[in-house]
């Protein structure tokens, strides 16, 4: 049998859950991801075991925490294939990208500057950047689309220049699941020495992510995103970056020496990480790297390309339904919509709470992107979206609701 054909599923509490009076089909991996049983172990035996607070005391429990702590460091920059000194423990993406546009928006970028972005982009990767614009006067840009949805190199290329200061763009779409050319955007900005940073959220979780062949500047993702705990995310930077750019807060921890008339600040990657850490966070997260490690990232890879692939397939065939960017290369995301026999749209959310009435959970909306929502020209989509556990059973399931939910909002 399969490795991924259900045999997981019993790794996941959750999923043995009922939701009214059905087996729960989850499928909104790409908002959050449920954790195995080692993820949740980890959590316990954290605060039972040897719960204090890191890098400050000489006692047993503190020791205990902060080794926890920093071979958790070692394992997401082994990982990534990143220096240990190099990976910052952050809250989450968002928090990532707020901290990288105010530590490099302060020493980077002046009036007239200009920063790039994509159409596809979550909020989390467009808002932080407009607070930057706003503070230092600088000018947003924004890579259009081509037709069929993806991101148009061309154009691109066209757009940078002298002012360019900054290229921040998703590797895949969290709604559409496209995976976008981030090596060919990373090789025309490297050319003009301008720096790029890449939002993994959508990606590590799906793809094997090294940053020394990507040769990307900096990286974020979120570790609830991959089978770990909620409120810890990575920052992964170059060190000849990092040691260049301020620190985005100050506290404790981030700190060599504090004087009234001058504050030092510590070596990487502390000099980042201002307060108490979310150290049993990054210990759950070591446990849910090591089981995706056991399994193998690029079987995994595999594992949901089959199963977007099974969604489109399946999908294509009802009547009135659309697949956004349907027939590209994806990871993890497929969205859609349905429409009625007049072709009128029928509401995403309505749609998709008929599926949860049967049981199956798809995320409904605008997917924190607007402004790509609004190039689709619809008030948001359905989007079904994989994980390891999941099957093509879970598949046909959703299918089977979707006829049913077709069939009664006509």
């Not at 790794?11 to 954790?35: C, M, W």
């Not at 407009?130 to 689309?145: D, F, H, N, S, T």
Request: aromatic letters at 8%.
């Amino acid at each position: 049998m399969d490795k991924f054909d259900g045999m997981r599923k019993e790794d996941f509490p959750i999923l043995s859950e009922s939701v009214h009076g059905r087996k729960l089909v989850y499928l909104d991996n790409a908002a959050t991801t449920q954790k195995p049983q080692v993820v949740l172990d980890a959590i316990v035996e954290g605060y039972s075991k040897w719960n204090a607070n890191v890098h400050r005391g000489v006692h047993h429990l503190s020791q205990v925490a902060t080794e926890k702590h920093e071979q958790a460091r070692k394992k997401v920059a082994e990982w990534l294939n990143a220096a240990a000194e190099e990976v910052i423990f952050t809250k989450g993406t968002t928090d990532s990208i707020n901290m990288l546009a105010r530590s490099f928006g302060d020493a980077m970028v002046n009036e007239g500057d200009e920063i790039i972005v994509s159409q596809l982009e979550h909020h989390s990767n467009i808002v932080p950047w407009q607070m930057l614009c706003e503070r230092k006067k600088a000018i947003l840009k924004v890579i259009p689309l081509r037709e069929d949805l993806s991101i148009d190199i061309e154009a691109f290329k066209e757009m940078l220049n002298e002012r360019t200061r900054l290229v921040s763009v998703a590797q895949v779409s969290n709604v559409l699941g496209i995976v976008n050319p981030v090596e060919e955007i990373i090789h025309y900005a490297h050319a003009k020495h301008i720096p790029v940073c890449v939002d993994g959220a959508q990606s590590v979780p799906h793809l094997a992510v090294d940053v020394k062949k990507l040769d990307c500047d900096f990286l974020v993702f979120s570790a609830h995103k991959m089978y770990g705990p909620t409120g810890l995310g990575v920052l992964y930077g170059k060190k000849e970056w990092l040691d260049k750019l301020p620190p985005a807060e100050g506290g404790g921890e981030m700190i060599e020496h504090v004087r009234w008339d001058k504050t030092t600040y510590n070596v990487l990657p502390y000099k980042f990480e201002a307060g108490t850490p979310n150290y049993i966070g990054s210990y759950a997260f070591s446990k849910a790297i090591e089981y995706v490690q056991e399994l193998g990232i690029e079987d995994i890879a595999k594992h949901e390309e089959e199963l977007v692939e099974y969604i489109e397939e399946r999908v294509s065939r009802l009547e009135r339904v659309k697949i956004y960017a349907a027939g590209q290369k994806k990871a993890g995301a497929v969205s859609f919509n349905v429409y009625r026999a007049d072709g009128g749209l029928i509401h995403p959310f309505d749609v998709g709470v008929l599926l949860d009435r049967q049981g199956v959970a798809v995320r409904t909306g605008h997917h924190c992107a607007e402004p790509l929502i609004e190039h689709l020209g619809v008030p948001g989509t359905l989007r079904a979206s994989v994980g390891l556990y999941n099957t093509k059973e879970d598949i046909d399931k959703l299918v089977a609701a979707l006829e049913r939910a077709i069939m009664m909002l006509e």
